[in-house]
């Protein structure tokens, strides 16, 4: 299983990572930084948001992990979460939710806000 989320990773790795409620524990425990984007299919707001969060992924390369997760269907990670609404966007680092994200919906805005808690290099 791991080593097809890596080819998942590597080959998605300036895009989104689509999340499960079977494999997003393995995404935060093997990737840093990584920022969820809880969605429904249904809501216009997820619907606008879409592109630009894509866009961010393209931006943060592979820096952190811009990841996206149907919580209509993912039920079991939309209740741990404790997500109420849509979107509802969470920022995680070393597998701990550290922030839910209340910024701009730019693809611009939203890769400022995760490049400005990733360190330029992995080895600091």
Known sequence: MKAFLA???LSLAYSQIVAT???LDEILST???VMVEFYAP???HCKRLQ???EKAAQIVGDRAVLSKLD???EKKSGSKYEIQGYPTVLW??????KEEYEGG???EEISSWVLSRVPLSRDL
């Open 7 to 9: 080819i998942c990773i």
């Open 51 to 53: 592109p630009e969060y």
């Open 31 to 33: 990737n840093p930084y």
């Open 71 to 73: 919580a209509t269907a």
């Open 92 to 97: 995680f680092e070393y597998g701990k939710m």
């Open 42 to 44: 249904w809501c216009g």
């Open 105 to 107: 919906r730019s693809a």
């Open 21 to 23: 409620d079977s494999n």
